[in-house]
C-alpha cells in the first residue's frame, strides 16, 4: 500500500488524465545501459507478463545493450508489461541514459490501482537506486508530479501535483 491516498484533492489531480493528460511521462534519468538491464530483470524477476516490440514484430527480450545498440534510425522497440491485467505499462528503448516509459491514467483509477503503480515506480526506484519521476503528458519534465524519492524510499507527491 503507498502513501498517496485517492481521497487527498492532489493525488486525485496528479491522477486526473484532463488535467494530466492521459498518458503522463514517466522517466528515470542518469542512467546507463546497465540500468535498463536492472529493470528488464526486475520484469522477469517480478513475474510480469511482457512482451516485446520492434515495429509490429514480437521478440525475445534481449539484452538492453543489444537493444540499446541498434542504429539510429531504427524504429524504437517497446516492452509492454503487464503489472496488473488491467494495467499496461510501456517502456521505450529511446536513449541509453534514461530510461522512459507510458501508463494510463485511466487504467489507474481507485486506490487499489494507485497502489500498484507505487509499487512499480518503487520496485524500480529501488533496484536503480534512482528517483522514478512523473511529468504531465508533454510537459517539459521541469515539474514531476509526483515520483519515487531514494531518500524516502517510497512514492510522494512533487512541487508539480501542487501547481496544476
Known amino acids: 500500500m503507498s502513501d498517496l491516498?485517492?481521497?487527498?484533492p492532489e493525488v486525485r489531480r496528479a491522477f486526473d488524465p484532463d488535467l494530466t493528460g492521459a498518458l503522463p511521462d514517466v522517466h528515470v534519468p542518469g542512467v546507463s545501459v546497465e540500468g535498463w538491464q536492472a529493470v528488464l530483470d526486475l520484469v522477469v524477476e517480478r513475474g510480469w507478463p511482457h512482451t516485446y516490440l520492434e515495429g509490429e514484430v514480437v521478440l525475445?527480450?534481449?539484452?538492453?545493450a543489444t537493444v540499446l545498440a541498434r542504429p539510429a534510425d531504427a524504429e524504437c522497440p517497446q516492452l509492454r508489461v503487464r503489472p496488473d491485467p488491467?494495467?499496461?505499462v510501456i517502456f521505450r528503448f529511446a536513449t541509453a541514459d534514461?530510461?522512459?516509459?507510458?501508463v494510463d491514467l485511466r487504467e489507474l483509477q481507485g486506490q487499489e490501482r494507485i497502489d500498484l503503480?507505487?509499487?512499480?515506480?518503487t520496485s524500480?526506484?529501488?533496484r536503480l537506486g534512482r528517483p522514478v519521476l512523473m511529468n504531465p503528458e508533454g510537459g517539459d519534465r521541469s515539474w514531476p508530479l509526483?515520483?519515487?524519492?531514494?531518500?524516502?524510499d517510497r512514492v510522494v507527491l512533487m512541487s508539480g501535483?501542487?501547481?496544476r
Open 5 to 8: 491516498r485517492r481521497h487527498d
Open 60 to 64: 525475445p527480450v534481449p539484452r538492453a
Open 86 to 88: 488491467d494495467v499496461l
Open 98 to 102: 534514461e530510461i522512459d516509459f507510458d
Open 117 to 121: 503503480f507505487c509499487d512499480v515506480l
Open 124 to 126: 524500480i526506484g529501488r
Open 146 to 152: 509526483l515520483g519515487f524519492d531514494v531518500e524516502a
Open 161 to 163: 501535483a501542487r501547481e
